[in-house]
């Protein structure tokens, strides 16, 4: 019976694996150049004295498709075009893909994928999530309620959007 549930254990992880990403990295595209240095979309706006968001780096963000493969199973699809679009940059791409955005913090927009192949699409929008609180919060998991509690109230005190890490999760994009 152990080996049983070990089998369907590595199984299931096997299948959510997905595949490698040999591709460099995309760079994104500002929508207006000549405000940007890089990815800093806003660098320009902000050497003017501009209120932007401040620039705090780059991230990379993951994006990849899924749907009904050759043998009509759902998997992961590779080569499939995409395009991001955040309002303020775009990309082109191929599934699977690595994207290197700007980390605005807080600040950072959504980000809007589109899928296409054949007569099938699919798209997604993610926002940035609040890595730091994240960490916080699943600290807590393990305390029970009480402590949950006690850890989530403290947690909530000590968000500042201002200094704690945003990342946006990985992109995945079913195609219909």
Not at 18 to 27: D, H, L, N, Q, S
Not at 105 to 113: C, I, M, Q
Not at 162 to 174: G, H, L, Q
């Amino acid at each position: 019976m152990k080996s049983h549930i070990l089998l369907v254990a590595l199984l299931a992880l096997t299948a959510c694996a997905g595949a490698e990403i040999t591709t460099p990295p995309v760079m994104i595209v500002p929508k207006v150049p000549a405000n940007a240095v890089g990815v800093d979309v806003y660098a320009k706006d902000r050497a003017r004295g501009n209120p932007v968001p401040r620039f705090r780096g780059q991230k990379t963000v993951q994006v990849r498709t899924r749907g009904k493969g050759e043998s009509s199973s759902h998997t992961e699809l590779s080569g499939v075009p995409c395009t991001m679009d955040s309002g303020l940059y775009s990309a082109s791409f191929v599934t699977p893909a690595n994207i290197v955005v700007p980390d605005y913090g807080p600040n950072s927009p959504a980000l809007f994928v589109r899928s296409v192949v054949a007569e099938r699409s699919g798209s997604a929008t993610v926002t940035a999530i609040n890595m730091t609180a994240q960490q916080r919060q699943s600290s807590a998991a393990g305390t029970g309620l009480l402590g949950a509690i006690i850890i989530g109230a403290v947690a909530a005190a000590h968000n500042n959007p201002e200094k704690d890490d945003f990342a946006y999760p990985a992109i995945n994009v079913t195609l219909r």
